[in-house]
C-alpha cells in the first residue's frame, strides 16, 4: 500500500510539473506555434513572438522542437530568467538565437536519436544538439536491471516526446536549458568562455606540453589533446580542474610533473573522455569510462540527492583521485565540460594533509590529534594507510549523544581505530558495486572488527562499529594510502532506534506501521537530545519528514505527564533508557501482510497488530547477530512474552557477519536480510516476513506484559526512584 501511495505521488507530482506528460502523443494543432500554448509551453512562444519568428514555427516546412513547459520556466531564479539570452541585441537577435539553438531541421523523433554527432540547429552561430537515449539503472545498482529507455537533449530529459504539430515534432524537456556555446573545448579553456578566463589547467600544463619535446607521432600532446578537443566531427567529454586545484599543488610538485612530459600527457588526457558526450544525467553511479590515449579510467558517482556527482580517475596502475563536479555540463560546440574542485589522477597529498586540507573532513583532524600518539603515527606511514574520514556534520552529531566527547580519550581512540584498517587490507569502493547479500569485507585495527562494503540505492555503504554510513566521497588516493569521506562516525550511532528504521528508504511502510501503533515513541532514547537529520535517496517522496525536536525527557516532561501512562509505557516515557532488538520486517514484508486477508483483519486492530509487531522486539537486551557461534541458537524472549528462536547458519569457512541468520516462532521463521545496524539505544535486523500465525487471530492480547525478560518489580522501583529524584524535595 506505501509504494502504491509512493508511485501515486510521483505521478501527481509528475502531472503537476509536465501535463500531459503520460497521454498519447497526438497532434494538438497544425504547427508547433499553436500547439505551444495548449502544452502550457507560453513562456516559450513568448520568447518566439519577441524573436519575431511566429511565421518560422507556423510553416508547413518539417522541423524539430526542443522547448520547456511553463512550470519550468516559472521555477528559475530572476538571474537566470534574465540571462537566459541576450534581451539588449538588435534586431531580437538574443531572442531568435535562443529558440534557434533548440530547432533542428527536419522531423527528428527519438527512434533516430544518435550520440556519435551531434545535430546542427538553425542557430546562426552553428550551435548544437546532443540527443542521447539511454536505460539506466534501477533500483539497486549491483543488478544491472536496465530502467525504462529514456532521452536526452544537452543532458535535459524530454518528458514529453514526438508530439506531432502537423509537419512539426516538439519534444518537452524537464528543465530550462541554458544557451549552447558556440567554442570548442579547447576554445573554452583557454580563454574563449563567457568569463573570458584562461584556465591555470590549460596554461600551466596544457600550453607548455603543447611546447614540450614529444616521444613520436602517437605520444604527443597534438594528437592525442588538441585534436580531440577541437574535433567537431566527434564529441568529447572533458574534466577542467579549477583554478584553485592547480594552485594547492605545491611548486616542487609541479615542477615534477612539468620535468616529466610522458606523465604529464597521461595525466591531461585522464580529463578527456572521447566519442561521447556524458551529461551527468545520463551516466549511471559508479558508471566507468576509458579515456583518451588509453591513460586510465574515470568512474562517476552520483550522490544520494543526486545533486552532487563525483568523478575519480586514476592512471592506469596509478592511485585514484576523486573530485566533485562543482559545475557541471556546459555544452560546447563538440562536447561537454564539467568543472571539477581537483587533478585527477595526480597524487601529492598524505592522508593527513587530505584530512586536514579538505573543510569537509577538519573535525575528524581536531580528533585525530587527541588520539594515542601511535595512532597518529599509523597515519603518518609512509604507506598503507586506509583511513574512513567521518564528515564534519557526522562529528558535530556526536554532541547530541556527549557534548563532552573530545574529552573522552576511550572513545577517541575506539573511533580512530574503527576508522583504520589493518596495515595488509586494501579496499576500492568505486571498484565495488554488489548488493548487501554479497557485501565485500575488509578489517580494522580496533580488534580486527569487520566493517561491511555494498552498494544499494544507487549508492555506496559502509558499515562500522555497527554504524551505517554513506561514501559521500570515495577513494581519495594519498601518497601513503586512501581516504574515504563517509557521512557517519563508526562505533557511535547518532539516530535512536524508530529513527534509524525511519531513514531507510526501503522501511517507509514499516515506519508508518510503527507509529500507527505508537511504538515509534515507545521505542525512542528518552536521553538523546536530538537525532541526525535523515538524508534521503532522490528516491524517496518529497515532504516526507519525522518530528525530531529532541528525545531527551526532561523534569518538566515528567511534571506533565499522566504516572498511569508512565506506568503503562515504562519505555519512551520516562527518563528510564531502554535498549532494545528489534527484528524489523521490511517494506515488501508489511506490504505481502497487509495483502493477504489475516494480515489485513490484524492491522486494522491496532491493540492485537501492536502485540504481533511486540514479538518481534525484545526489552533490555541488545542481541548482536555477528558474535553468534555458527549453527548455534538462543531463545529471545519478546516484549509481548512470546519466546522466540535466533538461529545462525553453520557454515564455519565464512566470517561471522556474512552466515545467514533466521528468527522463529513456532511453526514460521523469517530469515534475516539485514543484520546488526546499531542504534544509540539497541540494534535492529531487517526480516523478509512477519512472524504471524493462525491463533494470533483470536488469542487474547490484553494481557500481556510490558517486558517479559527481567523484572517488572525491578522496572517499576527504578521509575519510582527516577521520578523521586526528579521531584522537588
Known amino acids: 500500500m506505501a509504494a502504491y501511495n509512493t508511485l501515486l505521488v510521483r505521478i501527481q507530482l509528475l502531472v503537476a510539473i509536465f501535463p500531459g506528460v503520460l497521454s498519447q502523443s497526438t497532434s494538438v494543432a497544425q504547427n508547433s506555434y499553436d500547439s505551444l500554448t495548449k502544452l502550457n509551453c507560453s513562456q516559450f512562444k513568448a ?17 524539430t522542437l526542443f522547448v520547456f513547459v511553463d512550470a519550468a520556466y516559472n521555477r528559475l ?36 536519436f544518435s550520440k556519435a554527432t551531434p545535430y546542427p540547429t538553425w542557430s546562426v552561430k552553428s550551435r548544437k544538439l546532443f540527443l542521447n537515449m539511454r536505460n539506466l539503472r534501477v533500483g539497486n545498482t549491483a543488478s544491472g536491471q536496465a530502467g525504462p529507455t529514456k532521452y536526452f537533449a544537452n543532458g535535459a530529459m524530454i518528458v514529453q516526446p514526438n508530439i506531432q504539430a502537423g509537419q512539426h515534432v516538439i519534444h518537452i524537456l524537464d528543465r530550462v536549458l541554458p544557451l549552447p556555446l558556440f567554442e570548442t573545448v579547447l576554445a573554452y579553456v583557454s580563454g574563449y568562455n563567457p568569463d573570458k578566463k584562461i584556465y591555470k589547467f590549460f596554461e600551466l600544463f596544457m600550453s607548455k606540453l603543447s611546447v614540450a619535446p614529444q616521444e613520436d607521432s602517437i605520444n604527443n600532446y597534438q594528437r592525442q589533446v588538441r585534436s580531440v578537443l577541437v574535433n567537431l566531427a566527434q564529441p568529447v567529454t572533458f574534466f577542467l580542474p579549477s583554478d584553485r586545484a592547480v594552485e594547492r599543488i605545491p611548486e616542487g610538485k609541479k615542477g615534477e610533473l612539468l620535468g616529466n612530459p610522458k606523465k604529464l600527457l597521461r595525466i591531461i588526457t585522464l580529463h578527456i573522455v572521447p566519442k561521447q558526450a556524458l551529461y551527468t544525467s545520463l551516466v549511471n553511479h559508479n558508471e566507468q569510462f576509458n579515456t583518451q590515449y588509453n591513460s586510465g579510467r574515470v568512474v562517476f558517482r552520483k550522490n544520494f540527492d543526486r545533486e552532487a556527482v563525483y568523478v575519480s580517475g586514476a592512471l592506469r596502475q596509478g592511485s585514484t583521485v576523486t573530485a566533485r563536479v562543482s559545475s557541471p555540463n556546459i555544452t560546447v560546440l563538440n562536447g561537454v565540460v564539467h568543472h571539477i574542485d581537483e587533478v585527477l589522477g595526480f597524487v601529492y597529498k598524505t592522508v593527513m594533509q587530505e584530512i586536514s586540507l579538505d573543510p ?49 580519550q576511550a572513545l577517541i581512540n575506539m573511533v580512530l581505530e574503527r576508522s583504520i584498517l589493518q596495515p595488509d587490507q586494501f579496499i576500492s569502493l568505486t571498484d565495488h558495486s554488489g548488493g548487501y547479500e554479497s557485501f565485500n569485507i575488509a578489517k580494522s585495527r580496533y580488534n580486527s572488527e569487520i566493517i561491511k562494503i555494498y552498494s544499494a540505492g544507487n549508492d555506496t555503504w559502509v558499515e562500522g562499529g555497527y554504524v551505517k554510513a554513506r561514501v559521500v566521497k570515495p577513494d581519495i588516493g594519498c601518497i601513503n594510502g586512501v581516504v574515504h569521506q563517509i557521512d557517519a562516525v563508526f562505533g557511535i550511532p547518532t539516530r535512536d532506534l524508530p529513527h534509524t528504521i525511519f531513514c531507510e528508504d526501503w522501511l517507509q511502510s514499516t515506519y508508518i506501521q510503527l507509529k500507527f501503533v505508537g511504538l515509534d515513541n515507545y521505542m525512542r532514547d528518552t536521553q538523546l537530545m536530538r537525532n541526525q537529520a535523515c538524508k534521503f535517496s532522490a528516491n524517496t517522496p518529497a515532504g516526507n519528514a519525522v518530528p525530531n525536536t529532541g528525545n531527551r525527557i526532561r523534569d518538566t516532561d515528567l511534571s506533565s505527564s499522566s504516572t498511569s501512562t508512565i506506568y503503562q509505557d515504562l519505555c519512551g516515557y520516562t527518563v528510564h533508557r531502554c535498549e532494545f532488538t528489534f527484528f524489523v520486517p521490511n517494506g515488501t514484508a508489511i506490504d505481502n501482510f497487509q495483502r493477504t486477508t489475516y494480515g489485513k483483519t490484524i492491522m486494522q486492530n491496532r491493540k492485537r497488530w501492536r502485540w504481533i509487531l511486540r514479538r518481534l522486539l525484545t526489552f533490555r537486551e541488545v542481541i548482536y547477530l555477528d558474535r553468534m557461534a555458527p549453527g548455534s541458537q538462543r531463545v529471545m524472549y519478546s516484549d509481548n512474552g512470546d519466546e522466540v528462536v535466533l538461529r545462525t547458519d553453520s557454515r564455519s569457512n565464512i566470517p561471522s557477519a556474512q552466515r545467514t541468520a533466521y528468527i522463529k516462532f513456532e511453526s514460521v521463521e523469517a530469515k534475516v536480510i539485514h543484520s546488526d545496524i546499531g542504534a544509540t539505544n539497541g540494534v535492529m535486523h531487517i526480516i523478509d516476513s512477519v512472524l504471524f ?37
Open 47 to 63: 520568447i518566439i513572438e519577441a524573436a519575431n519568428l511566429q511565421q518560422r514555427y507556423k510553416s508547413p516546412s518539417p522541423l
Open 360 to 408: 569537509v573532513t577538519t573535525n575528524f583532524e581536531q580528533l585525530i590529534k587527541r588520539a594515542r600518539i601511535d595512532l597518529q603515527q599509523t597515519l603518518g606511514a609512509s604507506n598503507g594507510v586506509y583511513v574512513f574520514a567521518p564528515t564534519t556534520e557526522a562529528m558535530q552529531a556526536i554532541l547530541n549523544i556527549d557534548d563532552n566527547y573530545i574529552n573522552d
Open 693 to 729: 500465525v493462525l491463533d494470533d487471530l483470536t488469542r487474547d492480547v490484553s494481557s500481556a506484559p510490558i517486558a517479559a525478560h527481567g523484572s517488572i518489580f525491578l522496572l517499576t522501583m527504578q521509575f519510582v526512584l527516577a521520578f523521586w529524584m526528579t521531584t522537588d524535595r
Open 77 to 112: 531564479p530572476p538571474y537566470m530568467v534574465t540571462n537566459l539570452y541576450d534581451r539588449s541585441s538588435a534586431n531580437n537577435g538574443g531572442a531568435n538565437e535562443y529558440v534557434s539553438s533548440f530547432t533542428v531541421d527536419g522531423v527528428i523523433e527519438t527512434s533516430s
